[in-house]
């Protein structure tokens, strides 16, 4: 009796166990894809190829009244630690409501989550968006960076929003027409909004104006913006 109880214990574990990675393995954006590069490459790219970074919440955002124009964002206490965020400005113009600007900020790991990033004297904010990155090294896992605690980009490093011509998918893939020369840029990231919502994914440094993001094509793309940096300080490891 006491080994077959044993038995049906052991099975319901094994069940169980099967199910959680089951649940893990089918979610549209896997704990794999958000982590950075190796350390051989760090200097290059501070993430791997596709790493994707999800939307978080936040609590208010608010314009300054002083004389310098700033954006101050107050974050909600995230459920899980993260190491630094980024945020993604979307501008309205006063005379053509209708268009659209944009800008990506690196926003570190504000103290006592809150930040401000700099906004254009001319520009109407129509939305705030933040992206959490999670599993990133401390300075003790990266011997020689202790000098710059804001690794990988200085503090309110600004991604300029390069245009997109066109985008379409087809079944997992997202090829992407950029206005610009993409390749004139160290480091691309690619908006995605989506019916499973908004993402960050890094594509490192595309070679042509058209690339592919080989998944997220399947998830009901509603819009893919670009953000590209193109002079990157690469730092020296001891």
Not at 42 to 54: G, M
Not at 95 to 118: I, T
């Amino acid at each position: 009796m006491k080994t077959s109880i044993l038995l049906f214990a052991l099975s319901v574990t094994l069940i169980l166990t099967s199910c959680s990675q089951l649940e893990e393995e089918s979610s549209p954006v896997t704990p794999s894809m958000n982590k950075y590069a190796e350390g051989s490459d760090i200097n290059v790219f501070p993430y791997e190829y596709l790493a994707t970074f999800q939307e978080v919440e936040y609590v208010k955002w608010e314009e300054s009244l002083s004389d310098d124009q700033w954006v101050i964002v107050t974050m909600s206490k995230q459920k899980k630690e993260f190491h630094h965020i980024f945020c993604e400005i979307v501008y309205t113009d006063r005379n053509e409501p209708v268009a659209k600007d944009r800008e990506l900020f690196f926003a570190g790991n504000p103290d006592n989550l809150k930040f401000a990033v700099p906004k254009p004297l001319d520009k109407t904010i129509s939305e705030v968006n933040l992206y959490a990155v999670y599993n990133y090294p401390t300075a003790n896992e990266l011997p020689g960076y202790n000098e710059f605690p804001n690794f990988p980009y200085n503090d309110r490093q600004k991604f300029p929003s390069i245009g997109v011509d066109s985008w379409m998918t087809k079944e997992k893939i997202i090829s992407v027409d950029a206005a610009e020369d993409v390749y004139n840029n160290e480091h691309v990231f690619v908006q995605i909004d989506s019916k499973e919502g908004k993402m960050l994914v890094f594509m490192a440094k595309p070679s042509f104006e058209i690339f592919e993001i080989p998944k997220y094509g399947d998830l009901g793309i509603n819009e893919v913006n670009i953000y590209g940096l193109s002079t990157f300080r690469s730092y020296d490891v001891e």
